[in-house]
């Protein structure tokens, strides 16, 4: 198959799937009928998020069933301990998968039916977990004494289909209802349709809806003090825990300048998402190539940042440049997701790509240039650290100096594709890509798919020469390392 068919066949082939799932059942399957969440902070040494889902289940299939497997969050990533499952109101004992699903799916847990589960009969399963101490404080969550946040991936059971090559996961109801209960003075931002609020005790509870096409939900809270000088509907807006040493208004209107461009070129994201938010949080890690130090790390709809980051100062080029690589992973890591042979490459690329497109919207085509020149002196200097593997098979899990080389020439890697696709037809690829498989993991396939239908260009001797060689060609080094500027646009 031609490249530039594969993009739209893989998105034909999801389609096919969705609407068979909705016909007279081919498979074993069971469809979410009402599904419900709730997060309650609970303060203390330490303290905890205690989270509980609710679902009824109806067995749509063509089988009977003896248990569903469910994918629990990790156990050390986010400190998952207190497991309760109970089915139809009765307490259950999960069990772990047989050793030749374990590699595979290792936090997944098989949840047992006595009786069976009849075809066209409906089963209650409550789940109840806390997180305490986690060990990964970062993207995915966080929680402090006085703040929390949980990413829009991976906190969350998630019930697995049965056991067959064309059963579909079971998919969200139309409206999905989740709470978050917190301390009276918390703020809170999350993802859906805020539908009300309640005060209980000392305590506030908020109410959310998801529709069935409202990507995963999110929350970050918090005891936060806002700065958002001369307030506007879409303006950037700071929360940390003590106000602000200095004066936030320029730097606002750079990160707000930053989010519209991302907007621009990427896509807009989910319409509850107005303005973008710079959130304190603790406990954060460091940039993906510089190991500890000043953290900025994307939420969706904004970028949790650590007390040493503001140190740096609000309006200082080192924190804006790490926030606004954050933002960008807004579009590229939680619109869509990457494989894990491409979420070095792609998943970190493209938001340092996005960069690139600021500095040249902010400074025009001399800034872009000089963004470029820095990368490639990163590049360089990397190679003084450690011996370079080709980017596309360099690995998240790669130690920090491979990281480093991979991370300066992915940025590189984008610039290229854009001076041989031209800058329109290459955002508006990536356009596409982000809108047509939007909740769904990509690929270095589908983004050269993209790309070449966007393009009219055949880019397979391009990628070939990026992902699968060391170095940096010799036509690119001479294009921007040379004096003056020939970069085609």
Known sequence: ?????????????SLILVTAACMVPITPGYRILKESREVHFVPGQPPELQVRLEYTFENSGTTDLTFADVTFPDEKAYGRRDLRVQVDGRDVAPARLPEEYQ????????????????????????????????????????????????GSRGWAALPRPPRHLLAPYPRRPARTSYTIRVPSDFLVLARGNRTGRKSVGAEIVYRFELRKDTLSPFVVAGRYVASSPERKGTSAIFWTFDPLRQD????????????????????????????????EATGLRGHIAGGPGPAALAFPGGALVDPAALTLGVD???FLERVTHALAHNWFGDEVFFSPDAALGMGEGLPEYATVVIEEAQHGESGRRERVQDYL??????????????????????????????????????VALEDACGEVPLRNGLKRMVSLLRGQETSYDALRSALDESSGKDLAPLFRTWLNEKGIPADFRARYEGQGSDTPK
């Open 1 to 13: 198959m031609a490249p530039r068919s594969l993009f739209a066949a893989l998105i034909a082939i």
């Open 103 to 150: 590699p595979g799916e290792p936090n997944a847990l098989r949840i047992p039916f006595d009786p069976v589960w009849l075809r066209k009969q409906k089963r209650e399963l409550s789940i109840e977990y806390t997180f305490r101490s986690p060990q990964d404080f970062g993207a995915r969550i966080t929680i402090g004494k006085n703040n929390f946040h949980l």
């Open 248 to 279: 936030p208004a320029p730097a606002i209107k750079r990160i707000t300048d930053a989010w519209n461009v991302l907007q621009a070129d990427f896509g807009p994201l989910d319409k509850n998402i107005r303005e973008p938010h710079v959130v």
């Open 316 to 318: 200082s080029d080192d």
């Open 377 to 414: 002196r990163e590049y360089d200097e990397g190679l003084k650290q450690a011996n370079e593997k080709p980017l596309g098979v360099t690995m998240m899990s790669d130690p920090p100096g491979l990281r480093r080389i991979a991370l300066a020439k992915a940025a590189l890697f984008f």
